[in-house]
């Protein structure tokens, strides 16, 4: 039976998780917020947050989740990655919890597309449910009455600052309480009171978002400086097995596991899916990744698994089964290249 969790104080406990000791584990961590708050159903052991997606109820696809709702994203776009991004809802665009924001490491507050930018992926939606766990929710204050997206009134006098911060003195002619305001922007800046969001007047000046009856960044232009673009990593990828040497192993494939293609050394897709039912009717894939991979043409970290356990039971790999092609693995390879092309030498 599931039980629910509590989606606002999941989002709280999320924040206080930092430092963080394990890096791109934002499924892990939203998990053990939910958990700690109640939730209870057989998603614990669910590897990605695509994966959660997938096998969870209360889907929605619009850009407004409720308070305390879990916010996903799917493909990352420069190499078409599926392991997802998932991160808490807050009271507003702009307080939503997530993982490795803005750095590895770290947690911190984030609009949605400010965390599609950060980590390159694209919007599938939010849910209130995990699995079929469902989450309590808040609500999404938004600005009301007959005034504009780029309009805010306020709840009490509200300072303003040169900077988004009151580390100096606040400047003339504050805001009273009732004052509809006009806004160009909005940025985070010293957090107050929880909250780090604040907006930019039509005046140049800037005011603390706490002080109106919408904290909500709607309607506003982001103006936080875009996050860094990731520095090029040296680690070795998943697509670099497929530039390896296949024409060994293609003539196993072609006679035992249906490969139907030319024997030509370039692995496209009959060769992808060829492996894939390969690794999957020998087991391997299943003891890599816990689970048997669909048959498609596709060749990622998972394939890589499941290479690395064919090859350390048959060829002398002695290295890690963490999806990373290295040295020792390559090595294992072109021994297991070397072999099949031999003993299937009259496949053409």
Request: proline share 5%; hydrophobic share 35%; with cysteine.
């Amino acid at each position: 039976m599931a039980h629910s969790a509590d989606g606002p104080r999941a989002h709280d406990l999320l924040l206080s998780y930092e430092p963080l000791s394990a890096h791109g584990a934002c499924w892990y961590y939203v998990w053990k917020a939910l958990a700690a708050t109640g939730a209870q159903n057989d998603l614990g052991g669910t590897r990605t947050a695509y994966r959660a997606w997938q096998q969870s109820q209360g889907k929605h696809t619009d850009r407004n989740p409720r308070e305390g709702a879990l916010i996903f994203l799917g493909k990352r776009t420069r190499d078409g990655n599926m392991d997802g991004d998932v991160f808490i809802a807050g009271a507003y665009d702009g307080d939503h919890a997530a993982t490795d924001q803005p750095t590895w490491g770290k947690t911190g507050r984030t609009t949605i597309a400010e965390r599609m930018r950060l980590t390159g992926r694209e919007y599938l939606g939010w849910t209130d449910h995990a699995g079929n766990a469902p989450i309590k929710l808040g609500s999404v204050p938004s600005p009301s009455g007959n005034i504009s997206k780029t309009q805010r009134k306020t709840a009490a006098l509200v300072n303003r600052r040169n900077d988004p911060s009151t580390k100096h003195a606040a400047l003339k002619n504050p805001l009273t309480k009732g004052t509809v305001g006009n806004f160009v922007g909005w940025k985070h800046g010293e957090k107050v009171s929880g909250n780090d969001v604040w907006f930019k007047g039509i005046s140049g000046d800037w005011f603390w978002s706490g002080g109106f009856t919408s904290k909500s960044t709607s309607g506003l232009k982001d103006l936080n400086a875009p996050a860094p673009k990731p520095k090029p990593s040296n680690t070795p990828k998943p697509s670099d097995v497929l530039g390896w040497e296949w024409t060994g192993i293609q003539r196993m494939l072609k006679a035992d596991f249906d490969y139907t293609g030319k024997i030509d050394n370039k692995p496209g897709a009959g060769t992808k899916k060829a492996f894939r039912r390969f690794t999957s009717y020998k087991g391997y894939s299943t003891r890599a990744n816990g689970w048997p991979l669909a048959i498609t043409a596709t060749f990622n970290v998972n394939d890589v698994k499941a290479a690395e356990v064919w090859l350390r039971d048959n060829w002398d790999y002695d290295g890690k089964i963490d999806g990373i092609p290295g040295p020792k693995m390559h090595a294992a390879w072109n021994r297991a290249e070397k072999a099949n092309g031999a003993a299937y030498a009259w496949v053409k």
